[in-house]
């Protein structure tokens, strides 16, 4: 059964630097999502993308982060100079035309 | 008004009972609510979703039954097992371009041998 995947599971990284988390949406997909979930807090959405633009952000996706899909399969997102309160699980998803979102493992994100 | 508020927070129940967690919505323009079940350091997983057209959706021992008026919608989870023990999230969404998921606050289910 297809699944989204996301690599690396865990990423420990300093204040101020830049970090990149990668995702494999379903390949089939045509919309891409970031969320993230702090730690036995609710699922948040980060943004969507769609047609290779951003169709949605929310508050919490400011200047820090950005979002590519530098090829045919890869889905990524950057954030540009990490804070200790950008540490959270950080999730992929991805969905065809259709309703359902399939959800990627996550990537634990700890910034120190 | 895109909040949804779920609840209990927590659940304990023994294996073979029933399992009820609640949600409520603000945005009536919502479309689609699906049930998230999500085990310790993994993602959340689709578990069954329901369109505002029918008001109950059965899949196996879970079931949603939803209220357009009241605005609530509930998932009901059969013969509960020990291997259901999980976080539980109810979302919403619009079908639109972003179809973003706003998510309830999650219940945390333990069922009890």
């Known amino acids: 059964e297809p699944e989204v995947t996301q690599t690396p599971s865990h990423q420990v990284t300093q204040m101020g630097q830049e970090v990149i988390l990668r995702c494999v949406p379903i390949s089939n997909h045509l919309y891409f999502y970031w969320y993230r979930q702090i730690l036995g807090q609710k699922v948040e959405f980060l943004v969507s993308f769609y047609n290779n633009e951003i169709s949605e952000k929310s508050e919490i996706f400011d200047d820090q982060f950005s979002v590519e899909r530098p090829d045919g399969s890869n889905f990524t997102l950057k954030i540009r100079s990490t804070k200790l309160e950008d540490s959270a699980m950080y999730f992929c998803?991805?969905?065809?035309?259709?309703?359902?979102?399939?959800f990627g493992p996550g990537t634990r994100l700890t910034v120190t | 008004q895109q909040q949804v508020k779920q609840s209990p927070q927590s659940l304990i129940v023994q294996k073979g009972g029933i399992s009820i967690i609640n949600c409520a919505y603000e945005?009536?323009?919502?479309?689609?609510f699906p049930w998230y079940q999500q085990f310790p350091g993994k993602g959340p997983a689709l578990l069954i979703a329901?369109?505002?057209?029918?008001s109950e959706k059965k899949e196996g021992r879970f079931t949603i039954s939803f209220n357009k008026s009241a605005k609530q919608f509930s998932l009901h989870i059969m013969d509960s097992q020990p291997g259901d023990s999980a976080t539980y999230f109810c979302?919403?969404?619009?079908?639109?371009?972003?179809?973003?998921?706003?998510f309830g606050g999650g219940t945390r289910l333990m069922v009890k041998p």
């Open positions: 998803a991805s969905k065809s035309a259709s309703y359902e979102q399939y």
């Open positions: 945005n009536t323009a919502f479309d689609y």
């Open positions: 979302a919403a969404s619009l079908h639109n371009a972003g179809n973003m998921l706003t």
């Open positions: 329901i369109r505002p057209d029918v």
